[in-house]
Structure formats: structure tokens, C-alpha cells
């Protein structure tokens, strides 16, 4: 049994929490409130580089263990324990780096700035303890977490259907997790398990596909499925996340498209292909079903979009899917197995969380300074914000897989690792990234080149603060594509057990 | 009656004591604002003496080799029980009564003249809901019932407006109605098996011969069902819940506060005891029964409660809502799965995570209601419109209510999340997932309706920027419930050793 408390963890993931409060209670001023707000960001950036560097690859498989028995009884016992392997440790580090970079882009907040802060604050910790938890319990708890903040940041710093959205967000959330918990609660329940411990479950595996489980196993790789299926979100069950994503302000987008859609991408890995080995390889076909036709019907109703964030989010459908090919080429032949298509689904989790952001950031700041999202109404902003330009054509590039920016490397990995499993439905999936280079292509024509326009000359560049995490992701980007090897090695030692325990 | 009898009875003699002492005070004495302090003092010597009695059963954390202060008989002849699981609900009512009796004191000032009778009353249903969780034969069931009732009904009906009125006339008949089934129920079951004491009847039930009686088996079903309709009325179960939302609309409300959950705590005591007492061995699966109440009540509450705009009576439908996921843990007759063959092998499962829920539930339900008491203190209104921009007007009270009502929806980290978890994880254990799955779906409608009221406290505009002032002791109990309510939920580890310690005095579950 893994054990031991070294704090780092602990404080890594509450010290937003801590941070919200004090926003709370000492901030007088809004300024006071938003440099704490940076201070905490800049720290949690901080404290996710020591966790990631500090993570030794040849070391334990969980390392940085915090557990303190939570509470135990005759009928319930679970633990307060968390830890990162290396499929965890580079999340938190993403949520770090996009944490601080929210904090960022809300600077120029007016309204009701204090609450922000806050929300925005007390959502990092619900993601980081949902990437860092080792007990299914403690983890369903900072799923559920996650909810509230997201749900005030889009209702009430959103626009359009604020309120519509927020709404669809969380029903479409909890209903997911709803399924989740009938399945922890099934796999507690079975007698040969009868802990919330997910080292143990991830240890024994297959032994959770005999037949004393009191659900069947599929039943519970699919109640697991449903639930982060909703969140990565995977078609059909994609129709909330446009809507989220439009009306939320530029700090919700970026933590709803950088981190929040990973929670699912994390669960499915960590979950479903970490525990339930038989009936990983037994949908596998399911999953890449599913995994192109996201891929696809992203790309197509994403070339159709005028409005910019909606555009953005229904790219955001089609690389996720990629995730799920990744993960459905688990299985190569009869018995044989490869981790390159599960290294590419989390590499492309954390490519995918800073390009997105960096495109999200980037329309934040058009949608600040010209007032609109429409892709019609723009053109020629180039000419007045080079530097929001830059950074939305890096972006761009990026998503749509240029080499020597971070998206190539996962797709890459991603196309590698299915054309050996599934050769003709990865091609179908790769018609998608063409699709996604003309949707980039001509949205980056249509905004940001052609001749200028009037009304867009009084525009100003980004300022410093504005500019900050412009750079800051940018810089992300392009090191990981043109030196990869530390981030996919350290996946690569999360998920090498994760393969092996299918022999 | 000997001396120890007394000391046994000795938490409710204090209880009733007060409230008499209460009455009269308010007699002689100008200063009102004593009577409060009395019969927080009366609440304050009864859980000193519950828990002097819980010290002599060794604690809470006490082996479960002393599940009963008294070794055979039972105090009054047998009529009541003094056992842990009796001992968890009296802390449990005399914990809501001194929370609803701290929260009323500024809307008390509403009733000027009755200050007395009002604190009286609550004792006095506070010592019948006592005797409730620990009596065990069927007359005192009943005398206790009503002892818990008619003083309900009169507090019901304490605002002397219309719909006060209408709500303690309610009250009072469908009481009536149903406490005369409920006694026409205890009749047929007392003619079958020849006793009223919960230990006969199932000793009944263990003499095969007395099984043979002509029509008997059919009598029994009667007997069983009509007492269990009884009791549906307390808890505020479906189909027995008419009352309910006009009851919530119209009584005052910290008498609604008392009513939702130590009036519920008490009945479900009295459930518990009966079926898992008294009817363990009767061959009929009442789990199937009670499982079918607890789906039918969590869905027609949760519907229901998505339409309303009136916060209290929303919070009416909220209970029967309530009351059907604390059912699901009482249909868990736990182990049938796993022991196909050898008969139902009893755990304490169910039982535990029924005490578990009330409690939790007392946390969530009183912080809501203690915060509504103070809101409609100000604004004279329970239209849930009316609580636009509440989080301008007093962040205190906003925060608390939207945590409540968080709670109620069974979102982590609050206590009702771990209730839920553990009665749903009884009905899966007990081979009823279908229910669990069932209590899963209604919590994810409910989301819907909770959350419209904090969105309108937080989101919309606040019709005037007037602060809404929070006296102290509604302050404080405030303070403690909303404490309470993250508590259980971060460490339920006490509560829950408690209640499984609790349930063990119940006889089908010790063996």
C-alpha cells in the first residue's frame, strides 16, 4: 500500500482554494484583489514546475503521495490520498500555466471583481485535486467541485445566453457524474475490491473482470465512459460545450477548454483504460467509432461557424476525438499491444490545453478591442494588433498540426498508434486534421488578414499584461514541438504500467 | 417505577418539565426574551442527561456489547426502550429544537402574548418525538404520535392569518385521518399476533401455527400496510404527502424548520423500529414495498418542486423528495444478494444509513430554513423572485442558503453527499440498484430547482439595496448548522460509527 505525506500536493492543490478565501475576506480593493489573485498564480505555476521536474522517471509510479485516513467505518471507509504518476504530473503543470494565464486575462474584469477572483480560483483546486486524487471518492468529490465556480463564471461574467448555458453546463455535467458515482459505488461494493483506493484498482486491474462484480464490468466501463465521454465531450454528447464555451468570459473559455474538457480525457485514461483492461480492448472499436465520427462532424460543422469562440469550440469536438482514437489503438493485433497511441491521447491533452487557450486568449482580446466575434464583420486586424495576430496564427498553426509546434507531436503520435491498430478509420480520422488546416486557414484569412478596415483603426495592440500569457503559452507551444522528449517521457512512464498490466 | 426508570426517562421528564415550566414562567414574568433562554436551558439538561446515559452505554465509540441500559423489560413495563438508537435521536430532535428555538426568538416578536405556549409546545411535541424513537410497543407508539402532533398542529396554526389557520387545520385532520388508520392498522396486527409489544410480534411471527390462521396472512398485509400509511404522514412520504406543501406555505417558520426534520427524524425512528423490530420475520418482502413508497415519493417530490415559485413550498416538495431517498435506506434489507437461500442476513447497512441521512439532513435543511426565517423576517415574502441579488443585501445569508441548498442537491463536500452515498450504496448492496439508479436521476432533477434559486440570488438585480440585518442567535445558529453541514461532509467518520453503533440495539440488526 503506497503511503506517506510529503505536502507538496496538498499544497499545490488548496492553496487556490486558500487564496479565494483570503480573496474573500482581506482584499479591500479590486487592484488588491487581482494582484493576489496573480500572486496565487504565479505560486501555483510555480509549485506545478517543482511537481513536474521534481517527478523522477525511474521512480516510484506515484510519487509525492499525501495520505491521511479520511474516515472508516464498519460499512464506508476512504482515504484522503493523492499523488501523480506521470500521466497526472504534466496536467497539473498545464493547469498551472493556464491558471495563472486566466488569472491574466481577466485583469481588465470590472464587474463584481472579488467573486471572480474567487470562482476563478476555487475551480483550479477542483481541477488540480481531481488530477491529483488517488482515492475514487476523494476524486468524485473535486469532479463535483468543479461545478459551481464554472457555473457562476459563465452566468454571471458571460454573455449572450449566459444563464442558458450555465444551466446546460451543469445538467449535462451532473448528469455524468451521477452515472460515475452508481459506478464507484458498484466497484467499492464488490467484495473483492471493497476500496476507493485507485492504486489498488489500478494494481488489479483484471481482477475487476471476474465475475463476483456486482454490475458487469462493460456496465461500468461504459457508466465511466458516459461521464467523462460528457466532459471530453465526445459526439452525441458534444451540445454543451458550444454553448459554454460562446458565453463564457475569456478566463472561463480558457479554463473550460484547457483543463476542464482534460478532466474527461484524464478519467477515461486513468479510469477506463487503467482499470478495466478487458473492456478497453473489447470497445475498442466503439471507442474509435465514436472517436472519428467526433473527429469528423467537429471539423465539418466547425467549417460552417461565424462566430470565432464557436468556431473554436467545435474544433475543439475534433481534437478530442483524436483523443479517443489514441486511446482505441491500445490494441495493435491479437495480444500485441503499443502505448504510442495512448502517449499520443496525452500528449494531445496537454497540446490541445495550451493551443486552445492560446486561441482562446487571442479571440478574447479581439472580442475586447473590436467589440465583436463575428467572423464577417473582421478583417485586416494584422495591420492594428500584430502581436494578437502572431499569437492567434501560432495558435493556428499549431492546432491544425504544423511541425515544430506541440500539436504535431500528438497527433503524430495519435495517427501513428491507429494506423497500426485501426489503418482505414485513422485515415477518415486525418481527413479531419485536413479539414482542420482549411477551417484554420480561412478563419485566420478572413479575421485577421485582407484589407484593413475603417472602423478597426483606433484598435490598439495588447498591452503588457495582456501580452504575458500570449508569450507564456507561446513559448510552451513551440518548445514542446521542437523538443518534446521531456513531456512525453515523463507520459510515457505514467502510462508504460498502465500497458503493461493489460499482459 | 423504580429510581432507575427515572433516571432513565429522566431526558424527557427534563424536556417536558421545561416546557411546562416555560408556560408558567410566562405567566409571572414581564421579560419575555427569559422564556428563550429557558427553553434553551431545558434543552441544554435534556442532552446533559441523554448524553450522561449514552457515557453509561461507554460512549459513542463504545463496543457493541452495551447496546441497552436496561437488561430485559425495557423501562414501563416494557413500553419504552432507552438504547443507543434512541439516545442518537434525542441528541438529534434536541439538536433541531435548540437551533429552531435560537432562530425564532426575533420571529417571535410576530406573536406577541403567546411567547410562552409557542416555546411549551415545542417541548412538549420535542418529548413526544422523543418517547417516539424509543418506544417500543404499540400503544405507547401511538400515545406518542399524538403527543407529537397536536402540539404540531396548534404551532401550525400559531400566525392566526388565513393561511396559518388553514395550514394547522390541515395539519391536524390528515393527523387525525391518519392516526386513526394507523391505530385501525395497530388493531389488526395486535388481533393477529396477540401482542402489542414489538418482541411479541415477532416472536409471533416465528411460531409458524400462528401464520395459519384463516385470512390471516391478508389481515397482516392490512395491518402492516395501514400502520405503514401512518407513518407515511410523518415522514412525509408520497402518497401520504398532501399536507405537506400548504402545511410549509402557511405555518410559521420555525415551526416548519422543527416540523422537516425532527418530526421526520422521529418517524422514521418509529419506522425503523417497527419493521426491524417487529417485522424481520414476516414473510412478506415489505423491503419491495418501502422501495416502491421510496421511488414514487423521491419523483413526485422532485417533479412537483420544479414548478413552484414559492421557496417554502418548494422546499415542501424538497422534503418529500427528501423523504423518499431516506426510504431507499430503509427498503435496504441488506445482504438478500448475497445470501440467496438462507434468508435476508441482516448488516446495519440500511438501518445506519438512515440515521446517517436525518442527521446530515438536519445540517442542510435547518441551515436553509434558519436562513429563510431571517430573510422573510425583512422582506415579508417568500416568492423565490424576491430573492433577487440576496448575495447585496447580506452575503451571510446568501452563502449559507446557497450552501444549504447545494447540500440538498448532494454535491460533494456537504453532508448530504455522503448520505446519499451511503444509502445509495445500501440499496445497491441489497440488490436494489434499480432504486439506487432511480435516487441517482432524481438528484440530477433536483440539481435543476436548487440551483434556480441561487442563480437568482446571485445573477439578478436586487430590488432595493437595503441590508437584511441577522440577529445573534440566529447568527449563531446559523453559523452552526452551515459549519455542521460541511463538517459531516469533510469528516463523516464519527457520525458514521455512530449510527451503525445506534442501529445495533435494534434487534434484527444486532444478530
Known amino acids: 500500500m503506497v503511503t506517506g505525506f510529503t505536502g507538496l500536493l496538498t499544497v499545490t492543490v488548496f492553496l487556490p482554494a486558500a487564496g479565494a478565501l483570503a480573496l474573500l475576506l482581506l482584499a479591500r480593493s479590486d487592484r488588491a484583489a487581482r494582484l ?147 459506478a464507484i459505488v458498484a466497484v467499492f461494493l464488490t467484495p473483492q475490491v471493497g476500496t476507493f483506493d485507485m492504486t489498488q484498482l489500478l494494481a488489479h486491474g483484471v481482477g475487476l473482470s471476474g465475475a463476483d462484480l456486482l454490475l458487469p464490468a462493460s456496465a461500468l466501463f461504459w457508466l465511466f465512459f458516459l461521464a467523462f465521454a460528457i466532459k471530453l465531450p465526445v459526439w452525441p454528447l458534444h451540445t454543451w460545450l ?148 502572431i499569437a492567434f496564427l501560432i495558435a493556428g498553426l499549431a492546432s491544425l498540426g504544423l511541425p515544430g509546434l506541440s500539436g504535431f507531436v500528438s497527433e503524430l503520435l495519435v495517427f ?38 475603417e472602423r478597426f483603426d483606433h484598435l490598439t495592440d495588447a498591452s503588457f499584461v495582456e501580452a504575458l500569457p500570449l508569450v507564456l503559452l507561446i513559448i510552451v507551444i513551440v518548445a514542446v514541438g521542437v523538443y518534446p522528449a521531456p513531456l512525453t517521457q515523463v507520459f510515457q512512464a505514467g502510462l508504460a504500467p498502465m500497458v503493461d498490466a493489460f499482459r | ?107 417571535l416578536r410576530r406573536m406577541p402574548g403567546h411567547q410562552g405556549e409557542y416555546l411549551g409546545l415545542l417541548l412538549f411535541s420535542a418529548t413526544g418525538m422523543m418517547m417516539l424513537s424509543a418506544a417500543t410497543e404499540l400503544i405507547t407508539i401511538y400515545i406518542a404520535l399524538e403527543l407529537t402532533t397536536l402540539p404540531l398542529a396548534a404551532l401550525a396554526a400559531f400566525l392566526l392569518t388565513g393561511r396559518s389557520t388553514e395550514a394547522g387545520m390541515k395539519y391536524l385532520i390528515i393527523g387525525a385521518i391518519s392516526s386513526a388508520v394507523m391505530l385501525y392498522g395497530m388493531a389488526l396486527v395486535f388481533g393477529f399476533t396477540g401482542s402489542t409489544s414489538l418482541e411479541g410480534i415477532a416472536a409471533s411471527f416465528r411460531v409458524p401455527a400462528q401464520q395459519d390462521v384463516p385470512f390471516g396472512s391478508y389481515a397482516m398485509l392490512a395491518g402492516v400496510a395501514l400502520m405503514l400509511a401512518g407513518f407515511g404522514f410523518k415522514i412525509a412520504a408520497a402518497p401520504f404527502q398532501m399536507w405537506v406543501p400548504d402545511v410549509y406555505e402557511g405555518a410559521p417558520v420555525p415551526v416548519v424548520a422543527f416540523l422537516s426534520v425532527a418530526s421526520k427524524a422521529a418517524g422514521f425512528a418509529v419506522l425503523l423500529r417497527v419493521f426491524y423490530t ?21 419523483t413526485v417530490g422532485n417533479l412537483a418542486a420544479l414548478g413552484q415559485s414559492n421557496i417554502r413550498r418548494l422546499l415542501g416538495y424538497s422534503t418529500i423528495a427528501h423523504a423518499g431517498y431516506i426510504l431507499v435506506g430503509v427498503a435496504a434489507v441488506a445482504g438478500v444478494a448475497y445470501s440467496p437461500g438462507a434468508g435476508p442476513a441482516f448488516t446495519t447497512f440500511g438501518p445506519s444509513s438512515v440515521l446517517f441521512y436525518l442527521a446530515a439532513y438536519l445540517a442542510a435543511n435547518l441551515t436553509a430554513f434558519i436562513a429563510i426565517i431571517a430573510i422573510s423576517n425583512r422582506i415579508e415574502s417568500d416568492r423565490i423572485s424576491d430573492y433577487a441579488g440576496l448575495v447585496r443585501r447580506s452575503p451571510f445569508l446568501a452563502i449559507t442558503l446557497a450552501l444549504a441548498l447545494v447540500a440538498l442537491i448532494g454535491v460533494p463536500p456537504t453532508s448530504i453527499f455522503i448520505a446519499k452515498l451511503y444509502v445509495f450504496t445500501a440499496a445497491v448492496k441489497s440488490g436494489l440498484a434499480w432504486l439506487a439508479l432511480a435516487g441517482v436521476i432524481n438528484s440530477v432533477i433536483s440539481a435543476y430547482y436548487y440551483i434556480r434559486i441561487v442563480r437568482v440570488m446571485f445573477l439578478d438585480a436586487p430590488p432595493s439595496a437595503e441590508r437584511i440585518p441577522v ?12 459549519i455542521a453541514t460541511v463538517a459531516i461532509g469533510v469528516a463523516p467518520g464519527l457520525l458514521l460509527t455512530a449510527a451503525e453503533g445506534a442501529v445495533k440495539a435494534l434487534a434484527g440488526v444486532a444478530r
Open chain 1, 36 to 182: 493576489l489573485a496573480f500572486a496565487v498564480g504565479v505560486a501555483e505555476l510555480a509549485l506545478s514546475l517543482v511537481v513536474f521536474f521534481g517527478f523522477q522517471r525511474g521512480g516510484e509510479r506515484f510519487q509525492w503521495v499525501d495520505r491521511l485516513p479520511w474516515f472508516a467505518s464498519e460499512t464506508l471507509n476512504a482515504s484522503y490520498f493523492l499523488g501523480v504518476d506521470g500521466l497526472s504530473a504534466p496536467l497539473v503543470l498545464l493547469t498551472g500555466l493556464l491558471g495563472l494565464c486566466a488569472v491574466l486575462a481577466s485583469w481588465r474584469i470590472t464587474l463584481r471583481v472579488r467573486e471572480h477572483f474567487a470562482w476563478l480560483l476555487l475551480l483550479q483546486t477542483a481541477v488540480l485535486g481531481v488530477f491529483t486524487s488517488l482515492d475514487l471518492l476523494l476524486f468524485f468529490l473535486f469532479w463535483e467541485l468543479e461545478l459551481l465556480p464554472m457555473y457562476m463564471l459563465i452566468a454571471i461574467w458571460g454573455g449572450g445566453r449566459k444563464e442558458y448555458s450555465a444551466m446546460k453546463f451543469l445538467i449535462f455535467t451532473i448528469t455524468g457524474s451521477a452515472f460515475m458515482l452508481v
Open chain 1, 242 to 389: 458550444p454553448d459554454a464555451h460562446t458565453d463564457a468570459p475569456t478566463a472561463g473559455s480558457v479554463m473550460l477548454a484547457g483543463v476542464l474538457l482534460k478532466m474527461g480525457g484524464y478519467g477515461l485514461l486513468r479510469i477506463n483504460v487503467g482499470i478495466f483492461h478487458q473492456q478497453t480492448q473489447q470497445f475498442a472499436w466503439a471507442l474509435m467509432a465514436l472517436g472519428v465520427i467526433s473527429v469528423l462532424y467537429g471539423a465539418v460543422v466547425t467549417i460552417r461557424q461565424t462566430d470565432l469562440k464557436r468556431l473554436i469550440a467545435y474544433s475543439s469536438v475534433s481534437h478530442m476525438g483524436l483523443v479517443l482514437v489514441g486511446i482505441a489503438s491500445v490494441q495493435v493485433g491479437l495480444g500485441e499491444l503499443t502505448d504510442t497511441g495512448l502517449s499520443g491521447a496525452a500528449m494531445q491533452l496537454f497540446t490541445h490545453g495550451t493551443i486552445t487557450g492560446l486561441l482562446f486568449l487571442a479571440v478574447g482580446l479581439v472580442y475586447d478591442k473590436a467589440h465583436t466575434r463575428y467572423i464577417p464583420d473582421l478583417g485586416g486586424l494584422a495591420n492594428r494588433m500584430p502581436l494578437v495576430a
Open chain 1, 416 to 453: 501513428l498508434g491507429g494506423f497500426q491498430a485501426y489503418p482505414w478509420p485513422t485515415a477518415l480520422a486525418v481527413l479531419g486534421i485536413i479539414l482542420a488546416a482549411g477551417y484554420i486557414l480561412w478563419m485566420m484569412e478572413r479575421c485577421l488578414f485582407g484589407a484593413a478596415r
Open chain 2, 1 to 107: 417505577m423504580t429510581l432507575h426508570d427515572l433516571y432513565l426517562l429522566s431526558p424527557y421528564v427534563a424536556t417536558a418539565g421545561m416546557g411546562i415550566l416555560v408556560v408558567l414562567l410566562d405567566l409571572v414574568t414581564p421579560r419575555k426574551s427569559l422564556l428563550a433562554a429557558v427553553a434553551v436551558l431545558g434543552v441544554l439538561v435534556a442532552g446533559a442527561l441523554t448524553l450522561v446515559q449514552l457515557l453509561d452505554m461507554g460512549g459513542i465509540l463504545g463496543g457493541p456489547g452495551l447496546p441497552n441500559l436496561v437488561s430485559d423489560g425495557g423501562v414501563l413495563a416494557g413500553s419504552l426502550s432507552v438504547d443507543r438508537f434512541a439516545l442518537f435521536f434525542n441528541f438529534l430532535i434536541l439538536a433541531a429544537l435548540g437551533l429552531v428555538v435560537l432562530a425564532s426568538t426575533d420571529y
Open chain 2, 278 to 298: 417487529g417485522f424481520l420475520d414476516y414473510d412478506v418482502d415489505w423491503g419491495a414495498l418501502l422501495a416502491i413508497l421510496a421511488a414514487a415519493s423521491m
Open chain 2, 471 to 482: 440577529p445573534v442567535p440566529s447568527r449563531v445558529a446559523l453559523a452552526v448548522v452551515a
